[in-house]
């Protein structure tokens, strides 16, 4: 089946699975995000969410939960095989079959960097149990190679906020709140990913040019993030009603649509940042600290001019005076 070209993005109407294997080589990827069906009846949604389901475009296709276990592994099979060495992969999930992906996962190559939780709005309304209002974010990487991870592309490490926190610490925490986006009265896929969620994994683990894959494209939105940020995209959606709803929807998009909406990091070089300390610096760090002691400076003063003295970042100066 030919593929529909948008921008730099191949999207086939196929199966994942058996498209993948038709389409993508070996190694070839560099980031996966996707957003596997849960497995959970997708198309009773509608009667746990306020939501007028006329506005949902037909079409989802469901996994039988007795299926399950089979189709994680062999999708996360093609997602390894495809994955270039130090390529990542998020795999957003609810709780219900997580068990199933985390066993698929366990017996590939992959390893897990992080679990992340998504918290969002909108959970499903209940009087007897805890609103379920959180899914799950699956972070691994397949060994062998660098993995991307831009750790000062939203904030840098320098950055401080008016009562002196790190908003960069503060953003690379593994619990995201990130709202669901309301989209009253327009057309929308049964569970569609925010754009805020998409752009975060992509800012932090790809590069503009990247090769990203979405082996579930749903909503499509991780093609219009690929759009909005300059990336390659290759993505697969079986169902042919909501395929050709969202391709159409592409069409007004113009590529690097997101990138003036980005935040600029405020990034500090430090010189000497990651290059070893010989002895000669560690005895001038240890007199200088002796002498700014005597000006009796605090000591976040003393250890904010050292930092600009010998060019390292505050947790060096503190290691290194702790060796002295």
């Excluded at 062999?74 to 066993?103: F, M, Q």
């Excluded at 390893?111 to 499903?124: A, C, D, L, R, T």
């Excluded at 397949?142 to 831009?150: A, E, L, S």
């Excluded at 909503?219 to 959606?237: D, P, Q, W, Y």
Aim: aromatic letters at 10%; hydrophobic letters at 35%.
């Amino acid at each position: 089946m030919k593929p529909v070209i948008i921008q730099d993005c191949v999207l086939y109407n196929e199966d994942c699975i058996t498209g993948a294997q038709s389409h993508l080589q070996d190694n070839s990827v560099d980031l996966i995000i996707t957003d596997p069906p849960y497995g959970i009846r997708g198309d009773t949604l509608h009667q746990h969410y306020n939501r007028q389901e006329h506005h949902v475009i037909p079409g989802y296709v469901e996994i039988d939960e007795n299926e399950y276990a089979a189709f994680s592994l062999s999708w996360v099979k093609e997602a390894e095989r495809v994955l270039r060495p130090g390529g990542s992969i998020y795999i957003v999930s609810g709780y219900t079959n997580l068990y199933h992906i985390l066993h698929a996962l366990k017996q590939t190559s992959l390893k897990e960097i992080n679990h992340i939780i998504w918290k969002y709005n909108f959970g499903v309304f209940t009087k007897r149990k805890y609103v379920s209002s959180h899914y799950h974010i699956l972070f691994y990487e397949k060994p062998g190679g660098i993995r991307t991870f831009n750790a000062e592309s939203r904030y840098g490490f320098s950055e401080k906020t008016d009562n002196g926190r790190s908003p960069n610490t503060r953003d690379r925490e593994d619990v995201w709140v990130i709202n669901r986006e309301y989209k009253p009265r327009q057309q929308k896929n049964k569970n569609e990913l925010p754009i805020e969620l998409l752009v975060k994994m992509f800012q932090f683990s790809s590069n503009g040019g990247d090769l990203v894959c979405d082996l579930f494209l749903g909503g499509f939105s991780t093609v219009k993030v690929a759009i909005g940020l300059n990336r390659r995209l290759i993505g697969f959606e079986v169902s042919e009603e909501i395929f050709h709803a969202k391709v159409y929807e592409l069409q007004l998009l113009e590529r690097g649509y997101l990138i003036d909406t980005l935040r600029n990091p405020v990034v500090t070089i430090i010189k000497n940042q990651g290059r070893a300390w010989i002895p000669q610096e560690r005895l001038a760090l240890a007199c200088r600290y002796e002498s700014l002691r005597t000006q009796k400076r605090s000591k976040k003063e003393i250890i904010k001019i050292l930092c600009e003295e010998f060019g390292r970042g505050r947790w060096a100066i503190e290691k290194a005076l702790n060796k002295v």
